[in-house]
């Protein structure tokens, strides 16, 4: 009973604190992207009028706690009507999510651990990212203790850990495989694997892969700077007034990395991503809960600038996948991650087309 899209595309306009706006533009539609970040300010509005109205939902928060949050909210409701709530579908968490996936399914065996890297290169006019993301930042460092909170209310069912434990590597390291230094990454990606592989393992009794996010950063004065500017960031995010003076002059707290402009199309023209995947686990008929892993392999997810154009891209074809591989999403409607709801979908395949780029860089070795 939905409506078909016409010749014409026209333009609706609403407003998250409309919710008779809302609730109208999601009654003519059969999926909703939102991009009102940051999301813990605004999105929940937009989630609960398309869960209300029948529509589906994809959005591209980085945010763990909004994420999390809306599944806490309206997974069930969104299971009785039917539609998809699928969150941090750009470069959160697209590429680390179906990334494990993708090494999952290119390991003849069985994966049980997977690391991470990933490695940012700008051209000649740098880079630089609109504060949106920075407002994000400070505010979820902020609320952290909110968030074990809410994790505590979902009750998560525990991760079995399978095969070797992948052990938690420090703060910060030097990466002889890339020769340069890496910190754990920041972002979601962490969260948003977790909560896929706890949906495979209960859902459908798949062995869960334990995960590590980093990002390489540099040599040695990268890692001068970086240590500076993050100290000073973690001082200011736990008051109040740091808070403010951090989302007021992100440019100067984030020496120009974070702008009110956002990147010029030079900077983004400039601007690629690679993420490096190492994984490791059990040959078949090797039992993953004896011995030693005794398979590798490595893979990698490559693209342009993260993100305004990987994560357009990511958005829009898991969009696609959404609409037109209907019958290989999960049965039942809910709150997913993207690896949950598109796993069985051709998600992959439509991103390698559009230049989002999924390879094996080494078959697995025994």
């Given at each position: 009973?939905?409506?078909t899209?016409?010749e014409?595309?026209g333009v609706?306009l609403?407003?998250?604190?409309?919710?008779s706006s809302?609730?109208?533009?999601?009654r003519?539609?059969?999926l909703?992207?939102?991009c009102v970040?940051?999301?813990?300010?605004?999105?929940?509005p937009?989630v609960?009028?398309?869960?209300?109205?029948?529509?589906s939902?994809?959005?591209?928060?980085g945010?763990?706690?909004?994420?999390?949050g809306?599944y806490l909210k309206y997974?069930e409701k969104?299971a009785?009507k039917?539609?998809y709530?699928v969150?941090s579908?750009g470069?959160?968490?697209?590429?680390?999510?179906?990334g494990v996936l993708y090494t999952?399914?290119?390991?003849?065996?069985?994966?049980?651990?997977v690391e991470s890297?990933?490695?940012v290169?700008?051209g000649?006019e740098?880079?630089?990212v609109?504060?949106?993301t920075?407002k994000?930042a400070v505010?979820?460092?902020a609320?952290?203790?909110n968030?074990?909170?809410?994790?505590?209310?979902i009750?998560?069912?525990?991760?079995?850990?399978v095969?070797?434990k992948l052990?938690?590597?420090?703060?910060?390291?030097?990466?002889?495989?890339?020769?340069?230094?890496?910190?754990?990454?920041?972002?979601s990606d962490?969260?948003?694997?977790?909560?896929?592989?706890?949906y495979?393992?209960?859902?459908?009794?798949?062995?869960?892969?334990?995960y590590?996010?980093?990002?390489?950063?540099?040599?040695l004065?990268?890692?001068?700077?970086?240590?500076?500017?993050g100290m000073?960031f973690?001082?200011?995010v736990?008051?109040?007034?740091?808070r403010?003076l951090l989302t007021?002059?992100?440019e100067?707290?984030?020496?120009?990395?974070f702008t009110?402009?956002?990147p010029?199309q030079?900077?983004m023209d400039?601007?690629?991503?690679?993420m490096?995947f190492?994984?490791?686990?059990?040959?078949?008929?090797?039992?993953?809960q004896?011995g030693k892993?005794?398979?590798?392999?490595c893979?990698?997810?490559?693209?342009p600038?993260a993100?305004?154009i990987a994560?357009?891209?990511?958005?829009v074809?898991?969009?696609?996948?959404?609409?037109?591989?209907a019958a290989?999403l999960?049965?039942?409607?809910?709150?997913?991650?993207p690896?949950?709801?598109?796993?069985?979908?051709?998600?992959?395949?439509r991103?390698?087309?559009?230049?989002v780029?999924?390879?094996v860089?080494?078959?697995p070795?025994?």
């Amino acid at each position: 009973g939905k409506a078909t899209l016409g010749e014409e595309v026209g333009v609706l306009l609403c407003d998250v604190g409309d919710v008779s706006s809302l609730a109208t533009m999601a009654r003519q539609t059969r999926l909703v992207l939102n991009c009102v970040g940051p999301y813990r300010f605004f999105g929940e509005p937009v989630v609960q009028a398309c869960v209300e109205n029948g529509a589906s939902c994809i959005d591209i928060s980085g945010e763990p706690q909004f994420l999390e949050g809306m599944y806490l909210k309206y997974n069930e409701k969104a299971a009785e009507k039917g539609v998809y709530v699928v969150g941090s579908c750009g470069f959160d968490s697209i590429p680390a999510d179906m990334g494990v996936l993708y090494t999952r399914d290119k390991l003849k065996g069985t994966l049980t651990a997977v690391e991470s890297f990933l490695s940012v290169k700008s051209g000649p006019e740098g880079i630089c990212v609109h504060d949106g993301t920075w407002k994000s930042a400070v505010y979820g460092l902020a609320d952290e203790d909110n968030l074990k909170k809410l994790r505590k209310k979902i009750g998560y069912a525990p991760v079995p850990v399978v095969g070797a434990k992948l052990k938690k590597r420090g703060f910060l390291f030097y990466n002889q495989e890339f020769k340069e230094y890496s910190i754990p990454f920041m972002g979601s990606d962490g969260s948003v694997v977790k909560r896929t592989q706890r949906y495979l393992h209960t859902e459908l009794q798949e062995t869960p892969v334990q995960y590590g996010a980093y990002v390489n950063v540099g040599g040695l004065g990268s890692v001068i700077k970086l240590m500076f500017a993050g100290m000073l960031f973690l001082l200011l995010v736990k008051f109040n007034f740091g808070r403010k003076l951090l989302t007021k002059y992100p440019e100067f707290f984030s020496a120009g990395r974070f702008t009110k402009e956002g990147p010029t199309q030079k900077q983004m023209d400039g601007a690629s991503f690679t993420m490096t995947f190492f994984g490791e686990g059990y040959s078949e008929g090797q039992d993953p809960q004896n011995g030693k892993p005794n398979v590798k392999i490595c893979t990698e997810v490559k693209g342009p600038e993260a993100g305004y154009i990987a994560t357009p891209i990511a958005m829009v074809q898991a969009a696609v996948s959404l609409l037109e591989d209907a019958a290989s999403l999960p049965k039942r409607g809910g709150v997913y991650s993207p690896g949950a709801a598109f796993y069985k979908t051709k998600l992959i395949d439509r991103l390698n087309k559009r230049g989002v780029e999924f390879s094996v860089i080494s078959k697995p070795e025994v």
